[in-house]
């Protein structure tokens, strides 16, 4: 019995770290703020945490890989502003969303061409993606642009109601972020595609040497998270109704902060995009808990989250820790 | 000659700035221009386009020094941002005339005065930012916490710690005195330029008339052999980061008088960035070993007078971030292996090169 | 039967890199359902030879035949795809996935474009009871031992790349007797069915218990591929050690002097000095102007010997004592200040920073005693820089030249030259002479000498019998992380291979 639940507690046991910590999180919060206790306040955390579960799906690929990926918020604002711009020229939105998911794809392959074939470090590429691609929204509009469109208003506005929970809504572009999630669980459990992410995250010299095809993983891991902010970006202008180049600063490091949170280690290799949806509901919840308190500012988030992703470093070596294997001696 | 100096650090940078000015040359003449104007605060000064480049990148000039050190280590400091929004908001606590008082009204809070002594601001300016560096550096070779991911941490906390201290919100200066470090003119240059020149030269004397120089490097190439030496590589990382703080707290001190009043969300945003940018650009390598502290200072320069060249051609400031990028990428690729080789196969003559076997 | 089948032969092969050749018109051939040990010691060329095999290096002369056929290899993969698959000391797998992944990945089954767990997972227990292991493939790789995963490598080389031969590169350097035997059953096992092993390491008993026949390399020369049964223990030992160099033996040591000094000094006592997990309780005394050679086969334990005295390592148990003084903390930068030097053993990745120039790393350990900010000035630098270059005749154009463009010969003297520059009194040198040409192999003998006569302690570690009973005044044997046997400077070598191989 021990036997078994040893090794089960050094498998889950950041995960379930994490799922603990988010539930007494919230029961807190509930227990502080009755108010909290309604059920339409978890699914508001995904609704206003849609897009950043988005990114953070994307990033916790990237990050398994033992890269990272600073460009994200760059790209959601880009195509937000981009989109935008786009149907006030009066372009539909069908022909709009697939191309700007075509932009997102295009922009992280390039990243992910750079790392892989120009050597160059992923978080000084990525950093020059983020600088690109804010400034490329800038230039399309230096202004936020309101969305108009009426197809966009529909899935923006129109609540989908939770069965057998009274009262409790989500809007469509709230399932994205879990549609995209099961695609992540699928890839990255289910295909050789993931599990190459995996290992080559673990010893990318042994990833190589069992045959895999590193290069063009790698590539793609950059693709899926540029696909991963331009559907963020979408999101993101459709439950706004606009586009901006301010959109989402700083949302790359929540990502990452979430990322770690769902123990997901920085190193690679260790993790999975399961414990990012929790990473990021905490985060959701935290600010919940301060909108709630409304004395509190939203500066404790920023140094919540900053603990947080300290303490969960922390939680992460002394589990991780003595399994890595030891380097030459 | 040829060969010392295509092998100078100092090299590109150079070229680099000689080509933006050469552009501006020709696109805008009257880019070179300087004048005399009298202020009436602090009297007759240069002013002008290139004056604008040394006084606004005094900051980021500032952090490229104590980068170069963090980055010589093999490390990065991401938080320097963060703390210059620590310091700037520091100051402008300490300087609120409001602090202590039960009843807050307008005229106290714009009143000409101060809470504090400006030295005692000063020294916990300074006090801040080098406590931050301190922590990053025992979190990087104490903890032994990856640098990216330790200096994160402040990078996302301090922020909020910036707007903890000044409870949210962006607070105004109206102390004048304190305008000085970013106004100020000494013999017709601004002041900030003088705190430049001071810090580099204090860190020059510190890293090259000691032998912390050699031992940065030396952590920088081969931190093994270096603690096979005798030398506490923990010791010399965590200084780096503590002068990469303190550095970080000077150009929060400068910033936040320049601009007359602490944003802790906007204070140095994206300085980490540029300061990276310069230091590669002078040539230091991300996996660390040789720098040249100089030649990031004349890399954030370059920063400076593009993004002034930017500005001048119209182009609005946000858009410029665009331009930034181009500019990275174009610095990337000259320092890509690629290009180094490329670079080496051109120059190279063969002969002088003893391969090492085993 | 009759007529040996081989798989692999290879013949003439030859390699040579900047300034050194690793391996010399070497011949080797392997069996069908053999298990063939390769010996030699660090630098023999044991490791460039399999190198070639498996294609990480291309040879720059000879032919290599698969099953009769000349092939080519191009790359690891290459050699993979050939049926030539190597197994590594530190394996080469994933230790975060699962068994079944480590073994099947790349070839994985796939059901509706998923991946099928169920089917990988059994085809992988297949696969490995096939070794009659036990394992629950379903476990990261990383929850079993060193052993274990060893195991999960071959496996994969023999099921998913189905393997003709099978490399094994020190596997049993970091197991267990257990484990050991483990590992022997499954190799015999695999014997049976035909498969060719090569089977390199340093543990001679390993070698007699499982090999059938031994190749042994010296300095990149073929030394000989003998029967295990008709070749006696100790002709193994000298074989692989040689006694070559007879242009040397002109080179004395200074006996006369060393009767001279009668009173003797202990400089340096270690008591019962030991680390659990690396070094059983040592005793060990040096004597002023003394040379203490350390000898004993890779992995005896001389390397942890050093690193405990000069405190990389901190020992955990016994006590040492440098000129009268207790040691109390350990650490490179105490022992300097204590007057103890080590030159270690890997050149590159412990001892010189290949970035900095020459002066720079010849300074450098005497700036970490003076502290961060008494810096040696320019002058002091060059003068030191200068004395030291020609002292130990360093061939360089200028003491600004790169470290890492030296030849190692010469990186080794500048390591030395770090060292000598802070007048220690106590010198360890851990291989000082390895992978460096003969010239300057005698050049660093001598000097060591020098050294002594001058009034230095030195403790020098070599694999190179003749080069300790050359000029070390008292030889220690060091045997399994134990020290064997202490003989005097003029024992003969005899005697010497016989501690080593642990018949005396």
């Known amino acids: 019995m021990v036997q078994q639940i040893k090794p089960f507690f050094l498998r889950y046991g950041p995960l379930l770290t994490t799922i603990a910590i988010f539930i007494l999180a919230y029961i807190t919060g509930g227990q502080m703020y009755p108010a909290m206790q309604k059920p339409q306040v978890f699914f508001n955390l995904f609704i206003n945490d849609g897009s950043l579960l988005l990114v953070s799906i994307g990033m916790t690929l990237v990050i398994l890989t033992g890269g990272i990926d600073l460009s994200v918020g760059g790209v959601l604002a880009l195509t937000s502003t981009a989109s935008a711009a786009l149907l006030r020229m009066g372009v539909s939105p069908y022909i709009v969303i697939p191309l700007m998911i075509c932009v997102g794809v295009g922009f992280g392959s390039m990243l992910g061409w750079i790392i892989q074939y120009l050597k160059v470090q992923p978080f000084i590429a990525t950093l020059m993606g983020l600088f690109f691609a804010r400034g490329m929204a800038y230039i399309i509009s230096l202004t936020s642009v309101t969305i108009t469109n009426d197809v966009y208003k529909t899935l923006a506005l129109t609540p989908i109601y939770i069965p057998f929970i009274p009262r409790a809504y989500v809007y469509p572009t709230t399932l994205v972020a879990p549609v995209i999630l099961l695609v992540a669980i699928y890839l990255s459990f289910f295909t050789r595609f993931g599990r190459t992410i995996y290992a080559m995250g673990n010893n990318e010299q042994s990833a190589l040497l069992m045959g895999l095809s590193v290069a063009r993983t790698k590539v793609a891991v950059y693709a899926f998270s540029g696909f991963c902010s331009a559907l963020a970006g979408i999101v993101f202008s459709m439950s706004l109704l606009a586009g901006y180049g301010q959109f989402a600063t700083g949302m790359e490091l929540d990502a990452i902060a979430s990322v770690v949170m769902g123990g997901t280690s920085l190193s690679g290799g260790v993790g999975n995009v399961i414990g990012t949806l929790f990473g990021v509901l905490i985060h959701g919840t935290i600010v919940s808990i301060l909108q709630f308190n409304g004395t509190l500012s939203s500066w404790w988030t920023r140094i919540g989250v900053g603990a947080l992703t300290l303490i969960f470093i922390g939680v992460q070596s002394l589990f991780y820790l003595k399994k890595k294997p030891s380097q030459g001696q | 000659m040829w060969k010392r100096i295509r092998e100078s650090r100092l090299l590109w940078p150079f070229v680099a700035w000689i080509i933006i000015l050469a552009f501006d040359a020709i696109v805008e003449p009257g ?118 991911v330790a200096t994160l941490i402040l990078m996302v906390a301090g922020r909020g710690i910036a707007q903890l201290i000044t409870n949210g919100q962006i607070m105004t200066i109206y102390y004048t005195p304190y305008f000085w470090f970013g106004n100020g003119y000494i013999l017709g240059l601004p002041v900030s330029i003088y705190i430049v020149a001071v810090v580099f030269l204090l860190a020059w004397l510190l890293v090259r008339k000691t032998a912390i120089g050699l031992f940065v490097e030396s952590v920088g190439i081969n931190a093994k052999s270096t603690y096979y030496s005798g030398i506490n590589e923990q010791n010399v990382k965590l200084l780096a980061y503590t002068f990469c703080g303190f550095c970080g707290a000077i150009a929060g001190l400068i910033l936040s008088s320049y601009v007359h009043s602490a944003d802790g969300n906007n204070n140095g945003l994206n300085y980490e960035l540029d300061a990276i940018l310069a230091v590669v650009m002078g040539g230091t390598l991300m996996s660390g070993g040789r720098f040249s502290m100089f030649a990031s200072v004349i890399g954030a320069v370059v920063i400076w007078t593009f993004t002034v060249t930017v500005y001048s051609l119209g182009v609005p400031a946000n858009a410029l971030l665009a331009a930034k990028a181009v500019l990275v990428m174009v610095v990337i690729l000259l320092y890509s292996d690629y290009t180094r080789r490329f670079m080496n196969r051109l120059f190279e003559r063969r002969g002088t090169q003893h391969g090492t076997a085993d | 039967m009759a007529e040996a089948q081989d798989i692999i032969r290879m013949q003439g092969i030859a390699k040579s890199f900047p300034g050194v050749i690793a391996l010399e018109a070497v011949d080797f051939s ?84 998923s991946i099928d767990w169920r089917k990988m997972n059994e085809l992988a227990s297949k696969a490995i009871n096939r070794l009659s292991i036990d394992v629950d493939v379903t476990q990261p790789l990383g929850n079993y031992s060193v052993a274990i995963q060893q195991m999960v490598a071959i496996t994969r080389a023999l099921e998913v790349l189905s393997a003709k031969v099978l490399i094994l590169d020190e596997p049993t ?25 090569i089977f390199i390491t340093h543990f001679l008993d390993q070698v007699y218990q499982i090999a059938d026949r031994i190749t042994v390399l010296r300095n990149g020369k073929l030394v000989g591929t003998f029967e295990a049964a008709s070749l006696p223990r100790v002709e193994l030992v000298a074989k692989m050690l040689g006694r070559s160099l007879t242009e040397l033996n002109a080179m004395s040591k200074t006996r006369s002097q060393e009767e001279e000094n009668k009173e003797k000094q202990t400089l340096m006592e270690a008591k019962g000095l030991g680390l659990t997990g690396s070094l059983d309780p040592v005793d060990l005394e040096l004597n002023s102007n003394e040379i203490l050679g350390l000898a004993g086969l890779l992995g005896s334990g001389r390397t942890e010997v050093a690193n405990l005295i000069f405190g990389v390592d901190a020992p955990d148990k016994g006590s040492l004592t440098v000129c009268g003084e207790k040691a109390e903390r350990f650490s490179p930068l105490e022992s300097l200040k204590r007057g103890v030097a080590l030159c270690p053993e890997n050149r590159k990745a412990e001892g010189i920073v290949g970035d900095l120039t020459i002066r720079e790393n010849i300074i450098l350990a005497l700036q970490a005693r003076c502290g961060w900010f008494k810096f040696l000035s320019r002058q002091e630098q060059d003068q030191i820089a200068d004395k030291y270059i020609k002292l130990l005749g360093i061939v360089t154009p200028s003491p600004d030249q790169l470290v890492k463009n030296l030849s190692g010969g010469n990186q080794q003297k500048v390591i030395l030259a770090r060292w000598l520059a802070t007048d220690p009194k106590v010198l360890i040198l851990d291989e000082p002479t390895r992978g460096i040409d003969v010239g300057a192999k005698t050049e660093i003998q001598k000097l060591v000498m020098k050294l002594a006569e001058e009034g230095k302690s030195c403790v020098f570690i070599s694999s190179e019998l003749e080069e300790v009973l050359r000029i070390s005044h008292r030889v220690v044997v060091m045997r399994d992380r134990k020290k064997a046997a202490e003989y005097a400077g003029d024992v003969d070598d005899q005697t010497l291979i016989h501690t080593m191989a642990g018949e005396l």
């Open chain 3, 173 to 197: 350097s970091s197991l267990d007797i257990h484990e050991t035997d483990l590992l022997f059953a499954v190799m015999r096992n695999l014997k049976k069915e035909g498969i060719g092993i």
């Open chain 2, 31 to 148: 880019f070179f221009r300087l004048g005399i104007i009298e202020d009436p605060v602090y009297g007759k000064h240069l002013y002008g386009n290139l004056v604008d480049i040394f006084n606004n990148g005094a900051p980021l000039m500032l952090v490229a020094i104590g980068m170069t050190l963090v980055i010589a280590t093999g490390g990065v400091d991401l938080s320097v941002g963060a703390v210059i929004a620590i310091s700037a908001a520091m100051g402008a606590v300490l300087i609120n005339p409001a602090l202590g008082n039960q009843l807050i009204t307008n005229d106290i809070l714009t009143k000409n005065a101060t809470n504090t002594p400006l030295p005692l601001i000063i020294l916990a300016d300074l006090a801040a930012g080098t406590l931050c560096g301190l922590w990053n550096g025992i979190l990087v070779s104490r903890a032994k916490i990856q640098p990216m």
């Open chain 3, 30 to 113: 392997l069996r069908k359902g053999e298990i063939h040990a390769l010996m030699g010691e660090n630098g023999a060329g044991k490791s460039t030879l399999i190198k070639v095999l498996t294609g990480v290096e291309q040879p720059d002369r000879g032919t290599i035949e698969l099953d009769g056929k000349p092939i080519q290899v191009r790359s690891p993969q290459h050699s993979q795809e050939l049926g030539i698959s190597t197994v590594y000391q530190e394996v080469n797998l994933c230790t975060n996935i699962s068994v079944a992944e480590n073994i099947m990945l790349g070839h994985e089954p796939h059901r509706f474009g």
